[in-house]
């Protein structure tokens, strides 16, 4: 893990609306800190569009560009082009912040498009893994197990039946230079994270886990602990890929991912055997990842 | 200098003379070969310009709305299917205020698939708050283009503007174009200077959450600007011809009206073959006249309500239908004359749908419809011009 010095500049001030405890606004906070203020965001349809106030206010330090849910890649784009346009693409910062749906879904196509075109610009990914602006809807990125609004549990336990997509290992495949995952509980290894994006060149991609007391159902005050045991129980591995090498930011010893799930109100009904499966899963995937690295360190 | 170019070449050439800074477009037929001619230019350097590859033409209207926010002058075109996918971001387009012009080639919409000409797919976009110029020759389409971002960027304006040919009979076919001199161009056309744009020394939110406290007010700004976009374009075409002299007549040209006691409307390539048919009918000593719709929206209705109270029959020919009554272009004049005191008779054509032939036969049958609806009055309100198996 990283130790950094974390600035004190603001760019998120005060007067901002998100509920109480909300990771999202954590997330954007560091995001801001290490791009700075010389930056242009765009951001679509998400709890992030209504965050900044209500017009005429706006409790952000960087120009926003608010845009249409599924059109992030596409907006990114078209910014980059008018700053060349204008020679100023090496001096200015280009930054989308979206959601996990607004990304794993519905903007997947902009997304994968600007990642193909080489867009110069940091794709930031929200993740609160389901729809929350619209209250709480299932997700491609929303985990299995999980309660939802679309997903919701009666007699027929009709949790999420799917594991969650991983956007991450899509924008991998696009073979840009660098992707990466990072939570609201690390926040120097985040900063650090979207520093050396802001450093490179070309598309990056960020996935930044972000709990949402609101739609888990959990307490306010437990936003950083939920966040802190996704990745200490490996179900969501903290992980950065450079031109296709992987590298792991940290390999706690795994606390059970019972210990996770029993924070949070929408896991509530699992039983055992739910549990059990989510287990299997999360250290599969682990295996993976850490062949992952293995295999790509000699590129 | 005088080219011989197609509709399409003619609308990348006006492009190119308008100095735009940023186009992105994802090809259709017929548009693709405006995409396939501007790659060439930038790619060749002639025009100085980014060009963006999107993935769709949602991505392309979406693209070209960041880049003109982020303060310059960008330029998308499509067609049919391909300007339906936009539909959302043309709405966006519009509300933001931001003056993009972008090339729209009729095409009809599926099913069952026809590419060929038909008004449906822009007629559709009629509530998006774009301003739509319907032309007539490859010539006016260069000319419009200039025209338009003209018209679009004017600070009292401040919306986008679509220059809209038929489907072949022009972007596939190719005329004399008399190509204007580019420092003409520049001081008729300066750079875009938006009086706000993404900027971090000054950092604002465009396009953020409104209350219904005050969103009406942010529509009847677009109104106003409508309004102000129909004095803009009568200003702005007789600028033009003043200049690069050839003269458009603003939103509507009137042909031989003066004493006509029967006029027929229309709007694209259908106006150049109705002038003949004119001109024939006149020599017979009838009197009928030719209105073209040049500008649909915003929609003339003073135009249309002065010429109302001269006539006595309107015959409207829409190259489109809204389903369920008529055609648009009929409805609306229609309503522009209800409030006045002007009572002619009102019947509408549908014609050259999915790309029909508007063969000089068939508009000459049409007209002397018209004239006959003069003399025994109303039959029916809708007809559809060369039915097969039809009445
Ligand atoms: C084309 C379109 N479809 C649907 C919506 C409604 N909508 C707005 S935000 C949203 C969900 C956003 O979810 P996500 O991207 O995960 O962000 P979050 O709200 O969770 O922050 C939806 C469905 C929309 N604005 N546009």
């Known amino acids: 893990m990283v130790k950094t010095t974390v600035p004190r500049d603001e760019y998120m001030m005060q007067g901002h609306v998100a509920c109480q405890g909300c990771g999202a606004t954590i997330a954007m906070r560091y995001v801001l800190k290490a791009l700075g203020d010389n930056t242009i965001m765009t951001i679509p349809a998400c709890c992030w569009a209504v965050i900044p106030g209500v017009w005429p206010q706006h409790s952000l330090k960087v120009p926003l560009l608010y845009t249409a849910f599924e059109v992030t890649g596409a907006a990114l784009s078209g910014i980059e082009a008018a700053l ?22 519905i903007g997947l196509q902009a997304l994968s498009g600007m990642a193909e075109r080489g867009t110069n610009a940091l794709y930031v990914m929200y993740d609160n893994e389901a729809y929350m602006n619209t209250g709480i809807q299932r997700s491609g990125s929303t985990p299995f197990g ?51 994006a802001k450093s490179i060149k070309g598309p990056k991609f960020i996935q930044i886990f972000s709990s949402c007391p609101t739609g888990w159902k959990h307490s306010p005050d437990i936003t950083v602990e939920v966040a802190r045991k996704a990745v200490l129980s490996h179900m969501f591995p903290l992980y950065e890929v450079e031109n296709g090498v992987y590298k792991i930011s940290q390999k706690p010893k795994p606390i059970p991912v019972k210990e996770y799930l029993k924070l949070q109100g929408r896991f509530r009904y699992l039983d055992e055997e739910a549990i ?24 | 200098m005088k080219l011989t170019l197609t509709g399409n070449q003619s609308n990348a050439w006006g492009v190119k003379l308008a100095r735009v800074q940023v186009v992105a477009a994802y090809p259709i ?58 539909h959302e971001m043309l709405h966006w387009a519009a509300g933001a205020r931001l003056p993009i012009v972008m090339g729209a080639v009729n095409r009809a919409m599926g ?4 590419i060929w000409a038909d008004h449906t797919d822009t007629i559709s976009q009629r509530d998006t708050g774009w301003m739509q110029f319907y032309v007539e020759s490859n010539q006016e389409v260069l000319d419009t283009i200039i025209q338009a971002y003209k018209v679009a960027e004017s600070k009292d304006v401040m919306l ?24 003409l161009v520049d001081e008729f056309l300066p750079p875009y200077d938006p009086p706000e744009y993404l900027n971090p020394k000054d950092p604002k939110g465009f396009g953020s959450l409104v209350m219904p ?3 009406m007010e942010f529509r009847y700004l677009m109104y106003k600007a409508q309004e102000a976009a129909r004095k803009r374009i009568r200003e702005v075409t007789k600028e033009y011809a003043e200049i690069f002299g050839r003269d458009y007549h603003g939103l509507v040209e009137e042909y031989r009206t003066e004493d006509a006691d029967v006029v027929m409307v229309g709007a694209g390539t259908m106006i150049s073959t109705a002038r003949d048919v004119v001109d024939k009918l006149r020599s017979e000593g009838h009197k009928i006249g030719l209105v073209k719709l040049r500008v649909f929206r915003p929609f003339p209705y003073e135009e249309i309500q002065e010429i109302a109270k001269r006539v006595e029959v309107m015959g409207v020919m829409d190259r489109s239908f809204t389903h369920g009554y008529g055609g648009a272009m009929f409805n609306e004049v229609k309503a522009a004359v209800y409030n006045t005191d002007a009572r002619p008779k009102m019947k509408n054509y549908l014609i050259g749908i999915g790309g029909r032939d508007v063969t000089a036969k068939m508009l000459e049958d049409t007209f002397r419809n018209a004239l006959k609806v003069r003399e025994h009055g109303l039959d029916e309100e809708i007809m559809w011009v060369d039915l097969k198996g039809g009445e």
């Open chain 1, 84 to 105: 060349k346009a204008k020679g100023q693409d090496d001096e200015i910062n280009v930054l989308g912040f979206a959601g996990d749906g607004g990304t794993a879904d």
């Open chain 1, 146 to 196: 999980a309660w939802t609004t679309t997903t919701p549990v009666g007699k027929k336990k009709e949790w999420k039946t799917e594991f969650k997509k991983s956007v991450a290992e899509i924008m991998v495949a696009h073979r840009i230079p660098y992707v990466a995952t990072a939570s609201i509980a690390f926040p120097e290894d985040l900063y650090a994270k979207v520093q050396k």
């Open chain 1, 276 to 299: 059990e499966k989510i287990q299997e899963h999360v250290d599969r995937e682990w295996e993976l990842l850490l062949k992952k690295e293995e295999f790509t360190q000699s590129l």
């Open chain 2, 29 to 86: 037929t017929p548009q693709t070969t405006i995409v396939e001619e501007l790659a060439e230019f930038a790619a060749n350097g002639e025009l100085d310009t980014q060009y963006i590859k999107v993935e769709s033409e949602h991505s392309a209207m979406a693209a070209v709305i960041a880049a003109e926010n982020t303060g310059v002058r960008t330029y998308t075109a499509s067609s049919s299917h391909g300007l339906a996918l936009m």
């Open chain 2, 111 to 114: 099913p069952p698939w026809n």
């Open chain 2, 160 to 183: 986008p503007a679509m220059a809209i040919e038929d489907a072949f009979i022009l972007s596939h076919t190719v005329e004399t174009v008399e190509i204007p001199d580019q420092e």
């Open chain 2, 213 to 215: 406290d005050f969103y």
